[in-house]
């Protein structure tokens, strides 16, 4: 991991964390405050599942789930090419699934607060590693459809 992807990664980690924290300190178990009527509230939730609440109070599972995405993430950060875009894409990535891989092993639960309804719809509560690895894998798909899952020396090694 180079130093930029090493730094981005600390500081999605720091906020998530640090968002989490507060909001368990200022908020009750499932209360909510509006901040948008109808769009966005933060409501806090303990999620023992994944996303959507799969594999619910199943932690390990994800847990395994979740180490076995970090080793295959690390391994794929060596091959792809070295370029800012992949280096934040790894880095949101790995951030997130260890800051929620955090929760799960330290509090058997993740903690979720950012709360949208979308067109009438109320969307799963989420926080910021949710965001931050659905941004990350966005952006590795992205590399892998313009052929930068292979850097120039991965190519000559074939």
Known sequence: MNKKTFIIAIVILIIDQLTKSLLEIYLKLNQSIV??????AITLVHN????WSILNK??????IFSV??????????????????????????ISGIISNLADRIFLGYVRDFLDFTIFNYDYPIFNIADVAIVIGVILLIIAI???????????SRK
């Open 35 to 40: 901040i948008i009527k109808n769009f966005l």
């Open 48 to 51: 023992t599942g994944g996303a």
């Open 58 to 63: 199943h932690s390990y599972i994800l847990i």
């Open 68 to 93: 076995i995405a970090l080793i295959l993430l690390f391994r794929f950060m060596i091959t792809f090419k070295k370029n800012t875009r992949n280096s934040i894409a790894f880095a949101l990535t």
């Open 145 to 155: 459809i313009k052929g930068e899952d292979r850097n120039a020396v991965s190519k």
